[in-house]
């Protein structure tokens, strides 16, 4: 039975323009949309932008024109770069969307009147580019914000609070009853111990400093604050409190799935005040919250303020995107830090796809054309131990990668199919067709093995083509392989009734000149 599956990446600030360090999470999230979709799953995939806030006033201001022209602006460079990259996102939300607008005045209301939102005064240390207030121990004796290291100044104002500390314990109830809820365990522990333990403080969830943001119709002076806005973008675009809650209905309901991707700056908001935000609106909680990492330049955080950023659009446009996309997923194991270096970037390149996947496809390729005019040989039997060995290597990575895939270890899972690729290209130097072909008793052994290798390229381009959009078609069309041998279904088996006609085409992954690369990505980055 189909699955629903309603997956999110953080809707993102665009208070500049973004650059690879974004690019990981969402790819990442593309990478698993597109698995589920492979398997039959009815998928929603969603991300957008979090558009309102003093920062982002400021910076139209400094810029000389209106807000909602700066976010114009850089949400049109956003959608390009998700476009450049192929991310199958099936919706884009704005939070300055009217759609969008109107649920969360309707939440305030509703929460308001239902007694969990309150107005009272706030008083704290402000750090104005986070947009946050902190408390006296959170900013300690130098007094520096306590996410971005800045100074904090005293502020205070009236504001609306939400009562968080109602919730704490049905919360820490549910924690216990869905321990898979955050992902990896480690955050929950730091969530209980440094925020819930020692008292749930009433969240803060409006201003009246800025003008920017989500009037409260009851009290227009103030603006919803970034928190409540932001996180109802994952309801708002399904369609909740609108006049077609179809898709609500059915991604957000007890048979989906909900899984929400988050940076681990994130963490506190979606763990804590999302679910009890969804408490307090009696919908159902999300199934997980899954905490990744963030990809930087080299032991520093990529960050739009210290100019150590590349930009993937002029690396897709050298590389192209499989190669970009491979990377992303590839080189940092999704869920933890890692960081982007020209010499890595080269070298997975190199090594991972021109040498090991490429190089298998193209020798595969010139030895069915040599050895039996171009055809896909039938496959008799396993007729070596070489070609059983392979076989069980096969459905070992197979299995691995539906588990891997399943919890969301997208790099393990791409790690088993290159670990198959590799294990074929040392089946080619164990099988040695070329002496099978000088002898005219081991036709049937070389048959088997030409057999062997077609059906692991198959295989593995099924099993990348979530990540490899182009390559894997371009594998196919050189296998001949009709579109009955390339769907999920047809995974399983690994030889081929045969007879499809291969072709020669392009490589893959033309080898790069490593030195040459690294001193162009080099001065990318410096630009
Ligand atoms: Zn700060």
Not at 25 to 45: L, P, Q, S
Not at 97 to 117: M, P, W
Request: hydrophobic residues 35%; negative net charge; aromatic residues 12%.
């Amino acid at each position: 039975m189909a699955k629903k599956f309603y997956i999110t990446t953080p809707i993102y600030y665009p208070s500049a323009k973004l650059h690879i360090g974004h690019t990981y999470c969402t790819t990442n999230a593309d990478v698993i949309a597109r698995y589920h979709r492979m398997k039959g799953d009815e998928v929603y995939f969603l991300t957008g932008s979090d558009e309102h806030g003093e920062k982002i006033q400021k910076n139209a201001e400094l810029k000389g024109v209106t807000p909602q022209e700066f976010v114009d602006d850089i949400v049109e460079g956003i959608k390009n770069l998700w476009k450049n990259l192929k991310i199958s996102n099936d919706d884009y939300i704005r939070t300055t969307q009217q759609r969008h607008i109107d649920v969360v005045q309707k939440v305030f209301t509703k929460l308001l009147e239902q007694g969990d939102i309150y107005l009272g005064e706030y008083e704290g240390w402000y750090c104005t580019p986070c947009e946050s207030f902190w408390t006296d121990s959170q900013v300690g004796e130098k007094h520096l914000c306590l996410d971005c290291g800045r100074e904090v100044h005293k502020a205070k104002e009236e504001a609306y609070f939400f009562r968080m500390s109602k919730y704490a314990d049905r919360l820490l109830k549910f924690y216990e009853e869905h321990p898979d809820f955050i992902t990896p365990e480690s955050r929950k522990n730091e969530m209980i111990n440094n925020f819930i333990k020692p008292g749930l403080e009433d969240l803060c969830i409006s201003r009246t400093s800025f003008t920017w943001g989500i009037p409260v119709k009851e009290n227009p002076k103030h603006v919803v604050y970034v928190w409540l806005d932001a996180l109802l973008n994952y309801i708002s675009a399904l369609g909740y409190l609108s006049d077609d809650p179809s898709k609500f209905n059915t991604f957000w309901n007890d048979d989906s799935y909900i899984l929400h991707l988050v940076g681990n700056d994130i963490t506190r908001f979606h763990v804590i005040y999302w679910p009890i935000f969804l408490m307090a609106l009696n919908l159902r909680l999300p199934d997980k919250v899954f905490v990744h990492g963030l990809l930087m330049m080299k032991d520093e955080k990529m960050s739009k303020s210290k100019g150590n950023v590349v930009s993937p659009d002029p690396l897709i446009e050298r590389y192209g995107l499989d190669a970009v996309r491979y990377y992303l997923v590839r080189e940092t194991t999704f869920g933890q830090d890692g960081s982007f270096t020209p010499e890595q970037f080269v070298e997975r390149i190199n090594v991972d796809l021109a040498n090991d996947f490429g190089n298998l496809l193209n020798r595969t390729i010139a030895m069915i054309i040599k050895y039996f005019n171009g055809i896909i040989p039938h496959y008799v039997k396993p007729v070596t131990s070489f070609d059983q060995e392979l076989e069980e290597v096969g459905k070992n990575t197979i299995a691995l990668y539906k588990k891997d895939m399943e919890e969301l270890k997208v790099t393990e899972a791409i790690m088993e199919v290159m670990n198959y690729v590799s294990r074929a290209n040392k089946y080619i130097e164990e099988s040695k067709p070329w002496e099978l072909f000088k002898d005219e008793t081991k036709k049937e052994a070389l048959a088997s093995c030409m057999n062997h290798l077609a059906g692991v390229l198959r295989q593995c381009g099924i099993l990348l083509s979530p990540i490899l959009l182009d390559a894997s078609k371009k594998l196919f069309t050189q296998l001949g392989m009709d579109e009955s041998l390339t769907s999920w279904d047809s995974l399983d088996n690994l030889t081929l009734v045969g007879g499809q006609e291969v072709q020669k085409g392009e490589p893959l992954f033309p080898r790069l000149k490593a030195e040459d690369e690294i001193a162009f990505i080099k001065s990318l980055m410096k630009a």
